[in-house]
């Protein structure tokens, strides 16, 4: 299979705190994207980080990406209860081409 | 970003019988994507829609259960046939952003579909 894994599986934080999740995936990439989804709704999209890029910036958002890993991590500051959500990586190898997703983690955040 | 909707939100449909899933977008795309997500688990490509030519289908899915329809650059219809419960999913259709350039892509909401 050549879906990435995800880790933590699930997380469970207090509101304020930080949160990390990491992506591995196993093929060489173009990009790699993040996504929320509340509830077993939609996915919304986070962030997006190519491959010549080592580390973006969205706001209480960082993301970090190792091609020589194959790894990235998503960092949640400051969260939010809102932030509560299933979060997914998926791994693009360019201009029209499918995504493969990673199995997701769990983030709680309670108050 | 691309806004895009899909038809129906949720549905809940009898073994045996066929629902088909429609997605709508606001701007002209080349290329659409469905998926799959069983409950639980991530997502899942079903198959690829290029206007214009059949749909391209990845390993596990075959256009006599899923076919595809894809009449216009803003549109496409995925109809899942012959249900059975292990059919009970969230499906998904995406398409990329090319306008900007970046290689994202938007997903509409989801269609819930439960199969007793």
């Given at each position: 299979?050549?879906?990435?894994?995800?880790?933590?599986?699930?997380?469970?934080?207090?509101?304020?705190?930080?949160?990390?999740?990491?992506?591995?995936?196993?093929?060489?990439?173009?990009?790699?994207?993040?996504?929320?989804?509340?509830?077993?709704?939609?996915?919304?999209?986070?962030?997006?980080?190519?491959?010549?890029?080592?580390?973006?910036?969205?706001?209480?958002?960082?993301?970090?990406?190792?091609?020589?890993?194959?790894?990235?991590?998503l960092?949640i500051?400051?969260?939010?209860?809102?932030?509560?959500?299933?979060?997914?990586?998926?791994?693009?190898?360019?201009?029209?081409?499918?995504?493969?997703?990673?199995?997701?983690?769990?983030l709680?955040?309670?108050? | 970003?691309?806004?895009?909707?899909q038809?129906?939100?949720?549905?809940?449909?009898?073994?045996?019988?066929?629902?088909?899933?429609?997605?709508?977008?606001?701007?002209?795309?080349?290329?659409?994507?469905?998926?799959?997500?069983?409950?639980?688990?991530?997502?899942?490509?079903?198959?690829?829609?290029?206007q214009?030519?059949?749909?391209?289908y990845?390993?596990?899915?075959?256009?006599?259960?899923?076919?595809?329809?894809?009449?216009?650059?803003?549109?496409?219809?995925?109809?899942?046939?012959?249900?059975?419960?292990?059919?009970?999913?969230?499906?998904?259709?995406?398409?990329?952003?090319?306008?900007?350039?970046?290689?994202?892509?938007?997903?509409?909401?989801?269609?819930?579909?439960?199969?007793?």
């Amino acid at each position: 299979s050549q879906q990435g894994e995800e880790d933590p599986q699930a997380l469970s934080i207090q509101e304020g705190e930080n949160a990390t999740m990491n992506c591995s995936y196993k093929t060489s990439i173009n990009n790699l994207q993040w996504y929320r989804q509340n509830s077993g709704r939609g996915l919304v999209h986070l962030i997006l980080i190519r491959s010549n890029e080592r580390e973006k910036h969205s706001g209480r958002l960082r993301v970090t990406l190792d091609t020589s890993k194959k790894s990235s991590s998503l960092l949640i500051t400051a969260s939010r209860a809102a932030d509560t959500a299933s979060y997914f990586c998926a791994t693009g190898r360019g201009g029209g081409n499918k995504l493969t997703f990673g199995t997701g983690t769990q983030l709680k955040v309670e108050l | 970003s691309a806004v895009i909707s899909q038809k129906p939100s949720r549905d809940i449909c009898q073994r045996g019988t066929s629902l088909t899933i429609q997605c709508q977008v606001d701007s002209q795309v080349t290329m659409m994507f469905w998926y799959r997500q069983q409950p639980g688990q991530s997502l899942t490509l079903i198959a690829t829609a290029n206007q214009g030519s059949e749909a391209t289908y990845e390993s596990g899915f075959v256009i006599d259960k899923f076919p595809i329809s894809r009449p216009n650059l803003t549109f496409s219809t995925l109809t899942v046939s012959n249900m059975s419960p292990e059919d009970s999913s969230i499906y998904l259709c995406s398409v990329e952003d090319v306008t900007g350039g970046t290689d994202t892509q938007y997903f509409g909401p989801g269609t819930r579909l439960t199969v007793l």
